[in-house]
C-alpha cells in the first residue's frame, strides 16, 4: 500500500474520523481509522459500532491495498507536519508518514484491515433531500430540552416524526418540551417515528455548511446522512416515545409579551443570586410588568422588572429560569410570549411571529 496526498486534504477527514472512533481503549479496532486506496481514491472509514463514517479523497495511487492505524496518533502526527505532500507507504505491519523533501520520518503500528468491523450501508435509492440549514435549525430549537435521565432512555433522543407536510421534531425530559412542526417543499417519503441521540445533531453540525441539501435515509434501526463524498450515521434509540401532544394546552387564557433581549438579560443579572440546585427564579407577571426575583438566600436577593404587555389578574409563577434561557437563546425575532391559564399549568413559550416552534413549560409549585 503507497499513496501520495497532500497534508490539508487528508488531515480534514481524519480529524472528522476522530468523532467516530472509540477513544476509551486505544487498543480497541474501534480505535482505529481504515485507510484503504485504489484507483487515485483514498477511501476513510471509522466507528464506535453506535455510529459509523465514511469519506473518500482524490490521492495519487502507487500501490492499492488497505490498513487500519491508531486515528488519535495519525491525527497528531498530521497536525504537526507542514503544509506540503506527503508520502504513505505499509510495510511490515508499520504504516510510514513521510513529508516530500523533508527530513521527517513517522512510523505507526498497524492492525490488519480484515479485522475492522462492516459499517452500515442503504440502498443509494431509499434517500431523500432536504436542507442542511432547515435540519439543523430544528435541532437547535430542541436539543437542550433532552432529558439526561437515563433510567428513561427513550427521552434521552430527540424524536422525528412525519407530518403531513413535513417533519415534527421534539424533545422532552418531562418537565419542559420543545418542538418544531416543519414544512418542506421537498416531497419526503413515509418513514417510521425514531428517536435519534444527541451525538448525530453534534457531529452534523460539524460537518453541515448550513448550505445546500442534506440525504437522509430512514431506516428501522438506523438513521444516514450524506453531505457530498462523506456518509454517516448513528444506530437509533430503541422505545416508545411518550405521546407528547397530551401535555400540550390547546388554548390558554392569558398572554404576556416581552423583548427576547430584555428577558435574557434580566436572567443573567437574576440568577447570579440563585443558590438553589432547582435554579428556580419567581415571575410576578402584572399589566406594569414583569418582577424577576431570585430567592432570598444567606448570599442576598436580586429583583428585576422588565417591560411587557399583558392584560389580566396579578400572577406569580415560579420556574427553573434555565427552561426560559435555553429557548430564548436560540428563539428568532425581537418579542416572545408566555401564554398560560393557572401559574402551576403548563405554560407556553414562542416567539411573537410566525414561527414552527414553540416550548412548553411546567412551573414549579409554589412551596417546593
Request: negative net charge; glycine residues 4%; charged residues 25%.
Amino acid at each position: 500500500m503507497k499513496f501520495v496526498c497532500n497534508k490539508d486534504d487528508i488531515l480534514n477527514e481524519i480529524l472528522y474520523s476522530m468523532d467516530f472512533t472509540s477513544q476509551r481503549n486505544s487498543l480497541s479496532i474501534t480505535s482505529n481509522v481504515y485507510l484503504e486506496t485504489s484507483g487515485g481514491r483514498l477511501i476513510i472509514r471509522a466507528t464506535d459500532q453506535k455510529l459509523g463514517f465514511s469519506t473518500e479523497i482524490a490521492v495519487e495511487t502507487l500501490q492499492a491495498g488497505k490498513t487500519t492505524v491508531f486515528c488519535e496518533k495519525l491525527l497528531n502526527i498530521l497536525r504537526s507536519l507542514p503544509d506540503t505532500k506527503i508520502d504513505f507507504s505499509l510495510e511490515d505491519g508499520m504504516l510510514t508518514i513521510k513529508p516530500e523533501e523533508q527530513n521527517i520520518d513517522f512510523k505507526l503500528r498497524t492492525i490488519g484491515a480484515d479485522e475492522f468491523p462492516s459499517l452500515e450501508n442503504s440502498e443509494s435509492s431509499s434517500y431523500f433531500t432536504i436542507p442542511q440549514k432547515s435540519f439543523t435549525d430544528m435541532a437547535n430549537q430542541t436539543m437542550f430540552a433532552i432529558s439526561e435521565d437515563e433510567t428513561r432512555y427513550f427521552l434521552c433522543g430527540l424524536y422525528l416524526e412525519r407530518n403531513a407536510s413535513g417533519m415534527n421534531m421534539v424533545a422532552t425530559d418531562g418537565r419542559r418540551l420543545s418542538i418544531v412542526e416543519r414544512t418542506f417543499e421537498e416531497d419526503l417519503p413515509m418513514f417510521p417515528s425514531i428517536i435519534i441521540p444527541p451525538k448525530f445533531f453534534t457531529e452534523l453540525k460539524k460537518l453541515s455548511t448550513d448550505e445546500g441539501m442534506l440525504d437522509l435515509a430512514i431506516t428501522e434501526n438506523i438513521l444516514f446522512a450524506k453531505i457530498g463524498n462523506r456518509t454517516f450515521y448513528t444506530t437509533l434509540i430503541k422505545g416508545q416515545y411518550p405521546n407528547y401532544r397530551r401535555v400540550i394546552p390547546e388554548t390558554q387564557t392569558y398572554t404576556c409579551t416581552m423583548r427576547i433581549q430584555d428577558m435574557l438579560d434580566a436572567l443573567k443579572r437574576v440568577s447570579l443570586l440563585v443558590e438553589n440546585k432547582a435554579k428556580r427564579i419567581f415571575l410576578d407577571i402584572s399589566e406594569s410588568g414583569v418582577l424577576l426575583t431570585s430567592d432570598e438566600s444567606e448570599v442576598g436577593e436580586a429583583k428585576e422588572i422588565i417591560a411587557c404587555q399583558y392584560e389580566g389578574p396579578d400572577t406569580k409563577v415560579s420556574l427553573n429560569y434555565t427552561y426560559l434561557v435555553n429557548p430564548l437563546k436560540v428563539m428568532e425575532g425581537e418579542y416572545f410570549s408566555i401564554s398560560f391559564t393557572e401559574p402551576t399549568r403548563a405554560m407556553t413559550v414562542k416567539p411573537d411571529s410566525n414561527k414552527d416552534y414553540f416550548h412548553i413549560i411546567m412551573p414549579m409549585q409554589p412551596n417546593a
